[in-house]
């Protein structure tokens, strides 16, 4: 599961946009698998993002986020050579972690 | 007897502590109201203004509600946070963003819509509050 993190960032007039997709079940609780078993409720809870280690974003979630979350967000004062890092945790206690060099 | 028990019980809470302090990062209650003011009254948000100062963009019509992309931007200065409600999805609170060294008050997501509805947005700007909504269309519900 920590594998499945695709980022991208693009540098526009020292704006980085970040783009990331995360692969993920986001399980709601309240579906019936084929069997008519309910699914258990998977989903991440908490996504943080930093800028050279200093907190740049937070995101809580609920079950309301799509699966395979998807989230581009844009932060100022981003220069060259910088890292970018986001990290998620999930209801069942996985989490996963990813960063990128600003190209 | 009851000495023991309270060593063992302040040493129990020294351990729990860091736990707790990770698990209060969610907002626990907020994703459990099963109302938008539910989940507004357990985040404080009070007299909300309603702004166009908050872009909402979505699609009029969505075909699949399990997948509804939307954007959101605020221009209020000094915005600190936002967050994204679906009123009639089971649970109400779909996501709460927090912008600090930085980063923009603009997020592209992708969510889930349990029938058409407004989609509103919240924004906290030091103590005040300002919102703004959108009504989409969606076809085929996607919460399940």
Known sequence: ?103 | MTGRRSILQVLLAGLLLPLKAIAASWNTPAFEARTIDGAKQVLNMRAEENTAQIEIVAPDFAENGAVVQVEVMSRIAGTEAMAIFAEKNPVPLVANFTFSHGAQPYVITRIKMAESQSLQVVVKVGERYYQASRYVTVSEGGCG
């Open chain 1, 1 to 103: 599961m920590a594998a499945g993190i695709k980022m991208r960032v693009r540098l526009q007039s020292g704006v980085a946009e970040v783009r990331v997709l995360i692969s993920h079940p986001m399980e709601t609780g309240r579906r019936e698998d084929e069997s008519g078993k309910m699914v258990p409720a998977h989903f991440i809870q908490l996504l943080t993002a930093t800028l050279n280690q200093v907190p740049v974003l937070e995101a809580q979630w609920g079950t309301g986020v799509a699966r395979d979350p998807y989230l581009i967000f844009f932060v100022a004062g981003a220069r060259l050579g910088d890292s970018i890092a986001i990290e998620w945790h999930d209801n069942k206690g996985e989490s996963g972690r990813q960063s990128i060099q600003v190209a």
